[in-house]
């Protein structure tokens, strides 16, 4: 049974850190994965997707690297800003048919100015 | 511009009442889902769906129906026989027969019983 597991849970940063979200799951044989962000009271933004055969997505300050066999993929955030202040997500499809998706709990990060 | 509709925003129940939570795509998505938010807990699934007429109840559907009658629209009924129903509830859709399935959320809705 895949599970997908996010650390730290908590994330408090000054502005302008570079830093590292983690997300790991237990089976290897997933189709892709995808990273969202979540501001309080909305929903979910979707900031990367990365196919099983890609290493690393970059969007913007944003870059997302995944190595199956070691089931782990970050987000890296490059000169973090306040307004990155979110809960970030991780999800895999589940093996085997890519029906659902199976969810970390989240990181909640905060950037202080 | 595609995306995903979730009306209303904020809703109100009353207790033994049925609410309806509306939910449209226009991304040409097959796949839809809804999912259930509390405070420091992830999403639980409650009910997906693969194509029109066709659901699967997730993990926590009971108290909860849908209809798949267009591809289009996933609208979620909460009954009477939800006994907590107030939560923030989250719809989804994909393409999940693509290894580039992106899923794509609404904003939320907010359910509060009175």
């Known amino acids: 049974k895949q599970e997908v597991t996010q650390i730290p849970a908590a994330l408090s940063v000054p502005e302008g850190e570079n830093l590292v979200l983690n997300c790991s799951f237990t089976d290897s044989a997933i189709y892709n994965l995808q990273w969202f962000r979540q501001d309080p009271g909305k929903g979910l933004t979707s900031l990367l997707l990365?196919?099983?055969s890609q290493r690393e997505q970059t969007s913007g300050r944003l870059n997302a690297s995944l190595d199956k066999s070691s089931g782990r993929s970050t987000l890296y955030i490059a000169a973090s800003q306040p307004g990155d202040s979110a809960t970030y997500l991780c999800a895999v499809p589940n093996a085997g048919n890519n029906r659902k998706l199976i969810w970390g709990l989240g990181t909640s990060l905060a950037v202080n100015p | 511009d595609g995306g995903i509709t979730q009306s209303p925003k904020y809703l109100f129940r009353k207790e033994g009442q049925n609410v309806t939570l509306s939910c449209e795509q226009n991304?040409?998505?097959?796949?839809m889902y809804w999912y259930r938010q509390d405070p420091g807990q992830g999403l639980r699934l409650i009910y997906y769906?693969?194509?029109?007429?066709?659901?699967q109840k997730g993990d926590i559907a009971e108290g909860y129906s849908v209809s798949r009658e267009k591809k289009e629209s996933f609208p979620l009924t909460v009954t009477s026989a939800q006994k907590n129903p107030t939560a923030f509830y989250l719809c989804?859709?994909?393409?999940?027969?693509?290894?580039?399935?992106?899923?794509?959320f609404g904003q939320g809705t907010r359910l509060t019983v009175v």
């Open positions: 769906s693969q194509i029109v007429n066709d659901f």
């Open positions: 990365i196919q099983s």
């Open positions: 989804a859709s994909r393409n999940p027969g693509h290894l580039n399935s992106e899923a794509f």
């Open positions: 991304l040409n998505h097959d796949a």
